[in-house]
């Protein structure tokens, strides 16, 4: 029997979207909008740019998302200025954006405990490096 990489990891991606998903939906977020109030939720006032990165996604896809974020009172946006005198947006959680950020980060968590149930400490941390180490060879 050959192991097929795609296939294990399509599937295992695709089992955990599906129960991440089905909740987040419940909670009205657009595909990408978890991700960014996970994000916040640890650490607050990144630029537009350094949070588009975090979230490997394209700095044009983060302002949509951030603006629909906004448009729903999810964040807040301040200018900063940059080097060379340039402007950009630090990125806040609102109360309401706080509270759904911490609902996310509830569900990542179940959905986490539920993934790796029997799995032992060693195997957890096994499995995390070997995914670290296959997304760092594919950046090259």
């Known amino acids: 029997m050959e192991i097929s990489l795609f296939s294990t990891l399509v599937n295992t991606s695709g089992a955990h979207a599906k129960a991440c998903i089905s909740e987040f939906t419940k909670l ?22 350094e949070l588009a990165g975090l979230c490997g996604v394209e700095p044009a896809t983060m302002t949509v998302l ?3 974020m906004e448009k729903k009172g999810m964040i807040r946006k301040e200018t900063s200025h940059v080097s060379g005198g340039k402007r950009a947006f630090r990125i806040y959680l609102t109360d309401e954006g706080r509270t759904l950020a911490e609902k996310v980060d509830r569900i990542i968590q179940e959905v986490q405990e539920t993934a790796l149930a029997g799995f032992s400490e ?12 296959i997304v760092e060879n594919l950046s090259k």
């Open 28 to 49: 009205d977020l657009s595909p990408g909008q978890p991700k960014v109030l996970s994000r916040l939720l640890k650490q607050e006032g990144y630029l537009q740019k």
């Open 66 to 68: 951030l603006n629909a």
């Open 122 to 133: 060693e195997e957890k941390e096994l499995l995390v490096s070997l995914n670290a180490r």
